[in-house]
């Protein structure tokens, strides 16, 4: 069983930065494509950012220029490194990772909170 623990959210004033960890774990994958994604209340989940395997990264416009995503493989860990955090950028924050075998794992979320 693979496991992905995310952590890192909290409340914090527009302007500010937050970094989220995901930590992957359990049986032995190969990890395909990691990513991050969003669920604000009464709204749909949306992409926030991928990383492949080989290093990759891609951005949903809403959060380019601010937002980063990294992964150290040698801690099995992704991040997302958020900066000028706006109020809509309040959400659930959800790291997924698709593995080679296309096995699809998500995390229990964790909260991004941004105050006006």
């Known amino acids: 069983q693979v496991q992905l623990e995310e952590s890192g959210g909290g409340l914090v004033q527009a302007g500010s930065s937050l970094r989220l960890s995901c930590a992957i774990s359990g049986r032995t994958f190969t990890a395909y494509r990691r990513g991050w994604y969003r669920q604000a209340p009464g709204k749909q989940r949306e992409w926030v950012a991928t990383i492949t395997s080989g290093g990759s990264t891609n951005y949903a416009d809403s959060v380019k220029g601010r937002f980063t995503i990294s992964s150290d493989n040698a801690k099995n860990t992704v991040y997302l490194q958020m900066n000028s955090l706006k109020p809509e950028d309040t959400a659930a924050y959800y790291c997924?990772?698709?593995?080679?075998?296309?096995?699809?794992?998500w995390g229990q979320g964790t909260q991004v909170t941004v105050s006006s």
């Open positions: 997924r990772m698709i593995t080679r075998a296309r096995h699809d794992y």
